[in-house]
């Protein structure tokens, strides 16, 4: 088992889901939500005051965009997207507790850095633009509980935390995909750990999304006013074996699934959910893989995750491997 302390920080992170103009590519989702970028123990955390450095390193291929059948979309010709994600995380557990000393609140920032390589067939009907910079930042606040201690042993931890995310990254309305979304989102979440065994354990990260208005959408004509992304949400999941002392090896995913439309808005005061503008529908998107988790020292650990995104609907489609390093101070 990592000590408390060597798990310090997985409070949040940001991974790459990607958000394209909703003209081209059917939906509103914003980029910058924590899709499998968390993963093994995440239900635990720091309960010592102290800072946490946090890192995420992400390489997406998104070679398929997908419609509302789930099949590829004849908009777009072979389609490539290829995402480089770099995001630096600081992480401060107060020594405030609440519920008798059993929760630990903390404070969380993160910042993602992007670069985007595209490419389309030549006689691709629609082709997309995109351009590198900061995306939007999250801030975010948690309590972190003590640890179940049975026979010994911690057996279950959880936390909650609930996240803003800040549209400071750069945008573009002539800009298809941009590293910032230009709106506010609200991102609260409750994470937990099971350890069945000394040797098992079992991870949930479930996260709610609600996302307020974008007063400068891309691609659109003068007639829309602004835009609104659909609700959504999704459940980060793991499960892994100790095959060492220092190393857990297992599978990792997660499942989104947006369950409101996204709602365009009119000068003349009208609304509706953006059919002809392209918008084909509410995301979902499902992924899984291999995984692990290693405890390099007592201020270094390390998870990898690849995941295969084996199925979707109104969202791009692919292959993501994404490092994960964790350094308390």
């Known amino acids: 088992m990592a000590t408390k302390t060597q798990l310090a920080g997985l409070c949040i992170a ?59 979309s004849p908009a777009f010709k072979n389609p490539k997207i290829d995402v480089v994600l770099m995001l630096n995380q600081l992480a401060y557990t107060t020594s405030q507790t609440l519920f008798n000393g059993s929760a630990h609140l903390g404070f969380t920032g993160l910042l993602p850095l992007l670069h985007f390589n595209t490419g389309f067939d030549a006689n691709s009907p629609v082709k997309l633009n995109s351009a590198d910079g900061f995306g939007d930042l999250t801030l975010g606040a948690y309590l972190q509980f003590n640890p179940v201690i049975s026979g010994g042993r911690p057996v279950y931890s959880q936390r909650v935390e609930f996240d803003v995310i800040a549209p400071i990254g750069r945008y573009s309305t002539s800009t298809d995909i941009n590293p ?18 000394p040797k098992t354990e079992v991870s949930l990260r479930v996260n709610y999304l609600y996302n307020l208005s974008n007063n400068s ?26 095959v060492r002392p220092d190393l857990n090896v297992g599978l990792n995913g997660y499942y989104l699934k947006q369950f409101t439309n996204d709602v365009y808005n009119y000068t003349n005061g009208s609304s509706d959910n953006g059919l002809q503008f ?52």
């Open 180 to 197: 910032g979304a230009n709106f506010w989102s609200l991102n609260p979440y409750w994470a937990g750990t099971w350890l069945p065994t």
């Open 278 to 329: 392209g918008d084909t529908g509410k995301a979902e998107l499902l992924a899984v893989g291999p995984g692990l988790f290693w405890k390099a020292g007592p201020r270094n650990i390390w998870a990898a995750n690849l995941y295969f995104q084996t199925s979707a609907q109104n969202h791009t489609r692919g292959t993501v491997l994404n490092l994960h390093w964790i350094h308390p101070f």
């Open 14 to 72: 940001t991974a790459c889901a990607l958000g394209l103009s909703t003209a081209q590519a059917g939906n509103l989702e914003p980029a910058g939500i924590n899709l499998g970028g968390t993963s093994f123990f995440d239900g635990f955390g720091a309960t010592q005051p102290g800072w946490t450095y946090l890192g995420y390193y992400q390489y997406s291929q998104l070679h398929h965009i997908e419609d509302n059948s789930g099949n590829d």
């Open 217 to 242: 959408p891309n691609a659109l004509p003068p007639s829309v006013s602004s835009t609104q992304a659909g609700q959504a949400a999704w459940v980060n999941f793991t499960a892994s074996y100790a």
